[in-house]
């Protein structure tokens, strides 16, 4: 590995920590606990969500015709959602143990706690829900297959790239030939060493 790429990438994962540290100093500013898995909001707090709260006929009356229309195609995806999880989680349960590649976690992907915002009406729950499904979904496969990649073909593109998920700046350069199945080794030895 390039020194100087080992370098960046821990600069950029330092930057990314102090970015996450910052957003969750301003996320403690809305007050919640959680108490036995759910999320309770300090009784203040609920009281200006439920100021904001837009009741289902009103909602309804404000939405445009084409949004309901279209609903059936973006709601009609949930099925295919749903075998991809099935078919991915079976793929990892028996390669990632076959391979001693570390287990992606889907609870840390696939998170639901908007319900429990007094601001939102019925259907804007039910959006919710989808939303951080199908988003978490989409990272979740996204992470498996990064990890995958990084197991059997570290190796970067020669065209740029519109998206680099966290292990591609490890890869090694295209075409560089020079002890390919030694590096290729140290990457898999290094993913196996991750902590997630």
């Known amino acids: 590995m390039n020194p100087k790429i080992d370098e960046l990438i821990q600069k950029i994962t330092?930057?990314?920590n102090?970015?996450?540290?910052?957003?969750?100093?301003?996320?403690?500013?809305?007050?919640?606990?959680?108490?036995?898995?759910?999320?309770?909001?300090?009784k203040d707090v609920l009281a200006?969500?439920?100021?904001?709260?837009?009741?289902?006929?009103?909602?309804?009356?404000?939405?445009?015709?084409?949004?309901?229309?279209t609903s059936p195609f973006i709601y009609g995806l949930i099925i295919p959602a749903l075998i991809l999880d099935m078919c991915v989680s079976i793929y990892q349960a028996i390669n990632f143990r076959v391979y001693k590649i570390p287990m992606v976690k889907?609870?840390?992907?696939?998170?639901?706690?908007?319900?429990?915002?007094?601001?939102?009406?019925?259907?804007?729950?039910?959006?919710?829900?989808y939303c951080?499904?199908?988003n978490g979904l989409m990272a979740y496969v996204s992470e498996i297959a990064s990890?995958?990649?990084?197991?059997?073909?570290?190796?970067?593109?020669?065209?740029?790239?519109?998206?680099?998920?966290?292990?591609y700046d490890l890869f090694l350069p295209y075409g560089d030939a020079s002890d390919?199945?030694?590096?290729?080794?140290?990457?898999?030895?290094?993913?196996?060493?991750?902590?997630?």
């Open 18 to 42: 102090d970015l996450r540290d910052e957003v969750e100093k301003e996320q403690k500013k809305v007050a919640y606990q959680f108490k036995k898995g759910r999320v309770v909001f300090d």
């Open 132 to 134: 951080s499904y199908f």
């Open 14 to 16: 330092s930057l990314e």
């Open 106 to 129: 889907r609870d840390k992907y696939i998170v639901f706690d908007r319900q429990y915002l007094a601001y939102l009406n019925i259907i804007e729950k039910i959006n919710c829900l």
């Open 147 to 167: 990890r995958t990649e990084q197991y059997w073909c570290p190796i970067k593109h020669a065209k740029k790239i519109a998206y680099k998920h966290r292990y």
């Open 48 to 69: 200006k969500q439920r100021e904001g709260f837009i009741s289902l006929l009103t909602y309804l009356r404000k939405t445009p015709i084409l949004f309901i229309v």
């Open 180 to 196: 390919y199945h030694q590096r290729l080794e140290e990457l898999r030895k290094r993913l196996e060493k991750e902590e997630f």
